[in-house]
């Protein structure tokens, strides 16, 4: 899969957009091109999209959102009332659950998304525990459940996408209902008018197309909570329902097989994450000559690493890499964060390919 530049349209922050690649055309699922994750913000033409039912009909006159279950008042509220509200304003990393599940051996069931079903962006909306508040949500609650517009049909029976969030999550002041991305309304593809956005977790948190949050004295037991998007006969890691990002980096520069030249100097460079707000304290690179790369704790070295925009977007790093001798290497990269957390050599396993975040590689020849 390749995109090509397009011209720069009303989206975007440069003078060139990239167009997403496309996955499947129906619902339409396209992950960021390797050359947009370069960018410190990436453009929303180029950022990923995960749809499971297709894009509902929304606009902003018409939209309303109800907040109730288990709250004292239970309202609804429209979408220039939600304007006039306080907003907050943050750069959030969205990595969708399954990224890099084709990494995977083998190969679980899902979307084939290889390193790119991810990107950063500045995100602006009204805190949801604002909303909380005002509808006096029940001391027994446990969780809030959030409703998309969208539905279809998931094992023979209909069902919206509906998510939850322990409480103590939802009601955190940087769990936002956002209506701009990178300074612009929400393009319909990514939940206009308004969205859910979750810092430090795992995209499927970040309801789209948001209608509805109800607050339940019960852990939630829908179908995108207990049967889809946990951790599933996982090895090394508990089951249970994806939450956090796991940390990881990706090469963006230089790109896959491309040709180096000896004896000069190669910026090799990339991004780096993790999840809950949590640092990357550390990246190491690695440049692996291929007919003799037999021990892969040897040659590691340590990466420039630039602070983030704020404790929820990535870092930029680099290293400068001066190879001595023809022939193929591999470019390796991992992240380490402040809770000690660092990429493991391989894809840590489990039934559905979530939180793939084995150390980054690109295959390049020195010439």
């Given at each position: 899969m390749t995109a090509a530049p397009v011209s720069h349209g009303s989206r975007g922050l440069g003078a060139t957009v990239w167009a997403p690649e496309t996955v499947t055309a129906d619902p339409y699922n396209a992950q960021t091109p390797s050359a947009a994750l370069a960018e410190p913000l990436t453009?929303?033409?180029a950022f990923f999209v995960r749809d499971h039912f297709g894009s509902p009909p929304a606009t902003p006159g018409r939209w309303r959102l109800r907040i109730g279950g288990a709250a004292a008042a239970p309202f609804d509220i429209g979408h220039d009332e939600l304007l006039a509200m306080e907003h907050r304003e943050l750069d959030v990393v969205v990595e969708c659950a399954g990224n890099g599940r084709s990494l995977m051996t083998p190969l679980p069931p899902g979307?084939?998304?290889?390193?790119?079903?991810?990107g950063c962006a500045h995100f602006a909306g009204?805190?949801?525990r604002f909303l909380a508040d005002r509808a006096r949500i029940d001391p027994a609650a446990v969780e809030i459940v959030f409703t998309?517009?969208?539905?279809g049909t998931v094992r023979g029976h209909r069902t919206a996408f509906?998510?939850?969030l322990p409480l103590a999550v939802a009601l955190h002041p940087d769990t936002l209902l956002a209506t701009r991305m990178n300074g612009e309304p929400l393009a319909p593809e990514h939940g206009a008018p308004v969205r859910l956005v979750v810092p430090g977790r795992y995209a499927v948190a970040d309801v789209k197309w948001l209608i509805g949050a109800r607050a339940v004295t019960q852990p939630f037991t829908g179908v995108f909570q207990a049967e889809e998007y946990r951790y599933v006969d996982s090895r090394g890691t508990p089951d249970g329902p994806v939450t956090t990002v796991r940390v990881k980096s990706l090469i963006t520069e230089p790109e896959p097989d491309e040709a180096v030249r000896r004896g000069h100097e190669t910026l090799v460079r990339g991004r780096a994450w993790s999840g809950d707000g949590v640092p990357v304290r550390r990246v190491e690179v690695r440049a692996a000559y291929e007919e003799d790369d037999r021990d892969g704790e040897r040659g590691?070295?340590?990466a420039v690493l630039e602070p983030p925009a704020g404790p929820y977007g990535w870092s930029g790093w680099s290293y400068r890499w001066t190879p001595q001798r023809p022939g193929p290497y591999r470019l390796l990269s991992r992240a380490t964060d402040a809770r000690g957390d660092r990429q493991p050599?391989?894809?840590?396993?489990?039934?559905h390919g979530y939180g793939c975040n084995p150390v980054a590689c690109v295959e390049v020849v020195v010439v």
């Open positions: 453009p929303v033409g979307l084939p998304w290889s390193q790119q079903a991810v009204v805190p949801f998309g517009a969208d539905s509906e998510r939850s590691w070295h340590e050599s391989q894809a840590p396993w489990n039934a």
